[in-house]
């Protein structure tokens, strides 16, 4: 190979190196500008919560200006989430807390079929808190695997079908 083209190699090598290397700078810096577009975008929503909590609603007039604030809250709470969603689409911010919920609302779930198989003296309730309970033990074996960094948000939502809320 003569050096002519060994340095058409290199430099073609580098040009695609280098291209990837600005996209994914770019992918960067654009996530994070979303964060901080969600961040102003709750900040603004929270503003104008305490105004909606701070305004009276004793006349008509009153109520109906406060009905129109809680629209507008509405609508920047909608928002920010669409940004948040978008800045984060598998939610890893809020992972932990939902596995957390799921973990205990599927536990009363339990107590309640366990007590209607006691009151109705039915083996249908005890079979249908067996599944929940084998759930239960399936989501609390991908907590641990979040926290001890096995398994990424992503892989877990999708092995426990866990959606983004």
């Known amino acids: 190979m003569n050096l002519k083209t060994k340095l058409i190699a290199i430099t073609a090598t ?54 129109k604030q809680g629209i507008k809250v509405k609508s920047l709470g909608n928002e920010t989430r669409r940004l948040e969603l978008e800045a984060d689409p598998d939610d890893t911010e809020n992972f932990a807390k939902q596995l957390e919920e799921s973990i205990g609302n599927l536990t009363i779930i339990v107590i309640e079929f366990k007590q209607d198989a006691v009151r109705n003296n039915d083996d249908t309730y005890l079979k249908k808190a067996e599944e929940v309970e084998k759930r239960i033990e399936k989501l609390k074996k991908g907590q641990e695997e979040y926290k001890n960094n096995e398994k990424t948000v992503k892989q877990l939502r999708n092995e426990l079908d866990l959606p983004v809320l």
């Open 14 to 67: 580098c040009l695609v190196t280098a291209s990837v290397f600005s996209f994914s700078v770019l992918a960067d810096k654009d996530v994070a500008s979303l964060k901080a577009l969600a961040k102003a975008a709750r900040d603004k929503e929270t503003s104008e919560h305490n105004v909606l909590d701070a305004m009276p609603d004793q006349t008509r007039e009153d109520k109906d200006a406060k009905n």
